[in-house]
């Protein structure tokens, strides 16, 4: 059993920039693919960014490419998400999501879900 728990979110200005942290409790972090996923209210949820296991592999949605960054510390058992030049559309719940097979980009492939934690971005 893996729990997550999200941090780092809150209020910026369009072009600002916002760090979120994901903790994870439990065993056997570093054999998690790990991911963000965001909502926004009456829309789906979408897939932001992942990253392999041992964080040599990335994978970005179109949306964030060249503004959003992941990182990830196994040693921390944390990930992170650097959010640079944000817009009024990444307004958003964003969770943490960890999957025991693989780091893709349906929210279904995730085994272990946080919280969320809100990110707005005012224009």
């Known amino acids: 059993q893996v729990q997550l728990v999200e941090s780092g979110g809150g209020l910026v200005q369009a072009g600002g920039s916002l760090s979120l942290s994901c903790v994870a409790s439990?065993?056997?972090?570093?054999?998690?693919?790990m991911g963000w996923f965001r909502q926004a209210p009456g829309k789906e949820r979408e897939f932001v960014v992942s990253?392999?296991?041992?964080?040599?592999?990335?994978y970005y949605a179109d949306s964030v490419k060249g503004r959003f960054t992941i990182s990830r510390d196994n040693a921390k058992n944390t990930v992170y998400l650097q959010m640079n030049s944000l817009k009024p559309e990444d307004t958003a719940v964003y969770y943490c999501a960890a999957s025991k097979t693989t780091y893709g980009s349906r929210w279904s492939q995730y085994d272990y879900w946080g919280q969320g934690t809100q990110v707005t971005v005012s224009s």
């Open positions: 990253i392999s296991w041992g964080g040599g592999r990335t």
């Open positions: 439990g065993r056997s972090f570093s054999t998690y693919g």
